[in-house]
């Protein structure tokens, strides 16, 4: 059962504090918080070797950024960076911490009918680096994940559009052409 606290309200046990490094996985709350900057902000793509989730910011959000850094560790913290008159942060995801942590919670969050075009991307990905992805057992039916994953196309002349932001925050589309899937 989930106890929910109506926003603006404090608990009757004082105010609500930061997890602690030694308490272990993420909370619900704190999962939650990263799917939703990551469909708001998120750029899903990778190197052209291996998938990667960036998540790029103003440095005025540095105190999120560095809750990041405390609450998924496996996640690099670049910057701050200063480029054509733009402060800003950036977090990445990549490998192992991407593949067995972070996907995982992704999958179990972001669907079509949340956002169309992030699910569209995440997918994408997925695709492009389904290789470097093998080892994690991907949900796609309502009886491996409790509810329903519908499917999402991009347009045609979209499904190219795999990119990524190099360290230096320069965006990158991977010219690379999408395996064929017999569609």
């Given at each position: ?31 939650g ?12 793509g ?52 991407l ?85």
């Amino acid at each position: 059962m989930f106890h929910v606290i109506p926003c603006g309200e404090t608990p009757s046990g004082g105010p609500i504090t930061v997890r602690k490094e030694d308490e272990g996985m993420a909370t619900e709350l704190e999962q939650g918080l990263l799917a939703g900057l990551l469909v708001g902000e998120g750029h899903f793509g990778g190197d052209g070797r291996q998938p990667q989730i960036t998540l790029r910011m103003h440095v005025r959000h540095e105190s999120l950024f560095r809750w990041l850094e405390r609450t998924f560790p496996g996640g690099r913290l670049y910057g701050p960076y200063s480029h054509d008159g733009r402060d800003y942060f950036q977090w990445m995801v990549r490998g192992a911490y991407l593949r067995e942590e972070i996907l995982p919670l992704l999958e179990c969050t972001i669907d079509a009918q949340l956002d169309a075009h992030t699910y569209g991307r995440l997918q994408l990905m997925k695709e492009r680096y389904a290789s470097r992805l093998q080892s994690l057992a991907t949900p796609t039916s309502s009886a491996a994940t409790g509810r329903s994953v519908p499917s999402v196309e991009l347009p045609d002349d979209r499904r190219d559009e795999i990119g990524y932001v190099t360290p230096g925050g320069i965006d990158v589309i991977d010219p690379q052409p999408m395996p064929a899937t017999g569609r």
